[in-house]
Antibody
Framework: EVQLLESGGGLVQPGGSLRLSCAASGFTVSSNYMTWVRQAPGKGLEWLSVLYSGDSKYYADSVKGRFITSRDNSKNTLYLQMNSLRAEDTAVYYC?????WGQGTLVTVSS | QAVVTQEPSLTVSPGGTVTLTCGSSTGPVTSGHYPYWFQQKPGQAPMTLIYDTSNKDSWTPARFSGSLLGGKAALTLSGAQPEDEADYYCLLFYGGARPYSVFGTGTKVTVL
């Protein structure tokens, strides 16, 4: 059974950094394309990034230069390093493998 | 980056049929956009209904179907049930040298 479990969310001050993790089971992260998606409170879904099996990475304009996606093959885990955080980055962050989604982790950026 | 547009809200009677659409600012939606459709209920994570235009996920009820219609991706709900009341989002893939994906603006479906 495919499972994705996000962690690492929490409260961070504007300008701060946070690293989200997405632990996968039931499949191999390095053999799949993996995405990050977020949803601000009361808003729609926003695609953030993709990491392909060949290690190519692409980002939405809204996070390019601030967010970095990576993976640890030994841990079968996907990461999202978020830097220079802003209030508008407050959202639930989801990782996904195509049709399969995690339950999300909440990031709140506030002083 | 492209803008993907959906109807903000639609209402369907129980047992009725409704079609949601998903359009792209860059031109007609094709199978090359690999359209996905997701259902999201309050407080829950999105769930995949349809992938690659018309393929159903293992849990997808038979009353949902995906297609291309008039240059847009479409999700048709035939025989609406009260439990189908939810937000629905499409997702389109844009290939090229710097590929990316964009979610639609979302449609709130009310079964009334």
């Amino acid at each position: 059974e495919v499972q994705l479990l996000e962690s690492g969310g929490g409260l961070v001050q504007p300008g701060g950094s946070l690293r989200l993790s997405c632990a996968a089971s039931g499949f191999t992260v390095s053999s799949n394309y993996m995405t990050w998606v977020r949803q601000a409170p009361g808003k729609g879904l926003e695609w953030l990034s993709v990491l392909y099996s060949g290690d190519s990475k692409y980002y939405a304009d809204s996070v390019k230069g601030r967010f970095i996606t990576s993976r640890d093959n030994s841990k079968n885990t996907l990461y999202l390093q978020m830097n220079s955080l802003r209030a508008e980055d407050t959202a639930v962050y989801y990782c996904a493998r195509g049709r399969d989604w995690g339950q999300g982790t909440l990031v709140t950026v506030s002083s | 980056q492209a803008v993907v547009t959906q109807e903000p809200s639609l209402t369907v009677s129980p047992g009725g049929t409704v079609t949601l659409t998903c359009g792209s600012s860059t031109g007609p939606v094709t199978s090359g956009h690999y359209p996905y459709w997701f259902q999201q209920k309050p407080g829950q994570a999105p769930m995949t209904l349809i992938y690659d235009t018309s393929n159903k996920d293992s849990w997808t009820p038979a009353r949902f179907s995906g297609s291309l219609l008039g240059g847009k991706a479409a999700l048709t709900l035939s025989g609406a049930q009260p439990e189908d009341e939810a937000d629905y989002y499409c997702l389109l893939f844009y290939g090229g040298a710097r590929p990316y994906s964009v979610f639609g603006t979302g449609t709130k479906v009310t079964v009334l």
